[in-house]
């Protein structure tokens, strides 16, 4: 008898594993929209010029290059950047004047002491197979670059970043150990010149394991009223902030389904959000996905807070 109940248990577990693995892969599949050309296989950038179509990045490996991808994921073309390196390009972001910044900031073991965004022209306007960038580069106040950095103050890798006015704001990707949760937001101008980078927030995504919740890609929709960050399961949502006070506003997560390595996120409007994820030993991803916002579940984490009412003293 106590066989079979055990039998019965662990049948009854199984089930539900399978069924909650077919749900949350019919989640993420479900919003599918091409396959990225197999050359970019570490794409860990994405971003649309200015006709509207759509410029992709490899991560550490690669030549520093820009490549243009078709409605099929095929590349069409592909852009050096000569004056470049590519030691850890992580993300692409761009400004309301279509200037393209892409960022060499990749930092896993927390050890760079200088990190480097290249800025070029709107890839539209590239008639040729390479540009030369303007380059920006910045620091970390709290890093000597001599000292290494504690286990729970390593909070000093990055993977996304958005423009905004006349400055790009970074979201850190959190290594902590025991991890924290928190991405930090620094601040640096979007010009060449040598910075040390501003730290202005802070936000917890969740602590339940670092590579479900840190942050991977970053973007703000073209009217700049919508932020989206990107984690393995999640886009984290903010919309109705103040200025650069992201945070601010309301907050939603958007689930997306089985956990894959995201790592590119980008809007083509203002209701559509485009993200990418890393091929997995040829099974899992490698695929460029959809998201309208106004059909897709948004769960509120919290709501923005009511200015407070100013108080009219009596006469």
């Not at 200088?114 to 920006?136: G, H, Q, V």
């Amino acid at each position: 008898m106590l066989k079979k109940s055990i039998i019965l248990s662990v049948t009854v577990v199984a089930v539900v594993a399978i069924t909650l693995f077919g749900i949350s892969t019919h989640r993420l599949y479900s919003k599918k929209q091409l396959s990225v050309d197999p050359k970019l296989n570490e794409i860990s950038g994405i971003e649309y010029d200015k006709k509207g179509f759509l410029w992709a990045i490899n991560d550490s490996g690669d030549d520093p290059k820009l490549y243009r991808l078709d409605d099929n994921g095929d590349i069409t073309k592909e852009v050096m950047v000569a004056n470049a390196k590519n030691i850890d390009w992580e993300d692409i972001t761009q400004n309301d004047f279509g200037h393209f910044f892409l960022g060499d900031f990749g930092n896993n073991d927390n050890d760079r002491k200088w990190l480097t965004i290249y800025k070029i022209e709107n890839p539209i306007d590239i008639k040729t197979e390479s540009t030369n960038a303007e380059i920006i580069k910045f620091t970390y106040p709290e890093m000597d670059g001599k000292t290494p950095v504690k286990p729970n103050d390593r909070n000093f890798d990055l993977e996304a970043f958005v423009a905004l006015g006349r400055h790009l704001y970074l979201f850190t990707k959190n290594r902590t150990e025991p991890f924290d949760g928190i991405t930090n937001v620094y601040k640096v101008g979007d010009h060449a010149a040598n910075f040390d980078a501003e730290l202005i927030d802070s936000f917890k995504t969740c602590t339940t394991m670092e590579k479900l919740c840190w942050i991977t890609s970053a973007a703000l929709s073209p009217d700049r009223t919508k932020l989206a960050l990107l984690d393995s399961t999640s886009i984290w949502l903010f919309e109705n902030f103040k200025g650069d006070k992201f945070f601010s506003g309301d907050v939603y997560r958007i689930d997306l389904g089985l956990i894959t390595q995201k790592e590119a996120v980008t809007f083509k409007d203002d209701n559509t959000i485009i993200f990418t994820d890393e091929k997995f030993k040829g099974i899992f991803g490698g695929n460029a996905y959809v998201i309208k916002l106004d059909e897709v579940h948004k769960k509120l984490i919290r709501k923005a807070a009511k200015p407070k009412e100013k108080i009219i003293e009596p006469n």
